[in-house]
């Protein structure tokens, strides 16, 4: 599971947005919510389904038609409402991944659905150079406090000559004496957090392979997707040759 920690350790942290979906079903009216970003994870969560004011007293199904794990169609039924009954209900966030179709499976309606679109963003990594110059910032804000010159207590100033007197009594020489630290600059860490680096050169087809494998002989089990397994390649081996995601998926096929 090294690999697989690697791996997800490379992946920037996903930063969640919220967004507030609703719609209307009505007979013979189906609606369909799907997005067609592959970068980013989205989710639907519905949390009331009721009806409208205008619905009669008759009874309402409201069906959700959505792909299964396996990546096969599936109907469930998600309320049955009746106006002198039962008029809404809550689903306390029912979360379906897209596409989905919502449809009014029995009644006339007017039926009101509302809940949240949940997308995960991807934020960017900070680069290397930056957390460098903030470091080269820090080392020389610091750097003053730890010398002899910003901390040294001020006594009250005494007259040269007693001053001169103190030094020949002492038998030592009247120079102040300079402390050590004072001589240290920050310039060879500065040169070399300024050293550019060397860039991170992608990952071959069949090293991709090779860290796929180790992981799928570990127990890691890998997307039957085929959007959701280019994601896995994107976001854990930090490519966007759709060349090399094609590769990798008819050999995914073969597992």
């Known amino acids: 599971m090294e690999d697989s920690a690697m791996d997800m350790e490379s992946m920037g942290p996903?930063?969640?947005?919220?967004?507030?979906?609703?719609?209307?079903?009505?007979?013979?009216?189906?609606?369909?919510?799907?997005?067609?970003?592959?970068?980013?994870?989205?989710?639907?969560?519905?949390?009331?389904v009721t009806l409208g004011a205008g619905a009669k007293d008759e009874l309402h199904v409201v069906e959700a038609e959505a792909l299964d794990y396996e990546g096969n169609p599936i109907k469930v039924v998600l309320a049955s409402l009746k106006m002198s009954v039962q008029p809404t209900v809550s689903l306390g966030g029912f979360e379906i991944t897209p596409p989905v179709v919502l449809r009014l499976k029995c009644g006339s309606g007017p039926v009101y659905v509302s809940g949240q679109h949940l997308?995960?963003?991807?934020?960017?990594?900070e680069s290397d150079d930056e957390?460098?110059?903030?470091?080269?910032?820090?080392?020389?804000t610091k750097r003053p406090a730890s010398g002899g010159g910003a901390k040294t207590p001020q006594p009250v100033r005494e007259a040269p000559g007693k001053n001169m007197q103190k030094a020949k009594q002492n038998g030592k020489d009247s120079k102040p004496s300079t402390p050590a630290s004072k001589s240290k600059t920050p310039d060879s860490k500065k040169d070399k957090s300024l050293t550019p680096k060397t860039p991170k050169v992608p990952l071959s087809l069949e090293e991709i392979k090779?860290?796929?494998?180790?992981?799928?002989?570990?127990?890691?089990?890998?997307?039957?997707?085929?959007?959701?397994?280019?994601?896995?390649?994107k976001n854990c081996f930090r490519t966007e040759d759709q060349k090399v995601i094609q590769a990798l998926w008819q050999w995914r096929q073969t597992l």
């Open 14 to 48: 996903l930063r969640p947005q919220t967004f507030l979906f609703g719609c209307e079903l009505k007979a013979d009216k189906d609606y369909q919510f799907k997005v067609d970003d592959e970068e980013n994870e989205h989710q639907l969560s519905l949390r009331t």
């Open 119 to 125: 997308v995960a963003l991807e934020e960017e990594p």
């Open 131 to 140: 957390e460098d110059d903030t470091k080269i910032v820090n080392t020389s």
């Open 210 to 233: 090779a860290k796929m494998q180790a992981s799928v002989d570990k127990g890691t089990t890998l997307p039957k997707l085929e959007p959701k397994f280019a994601n896995y390649v």
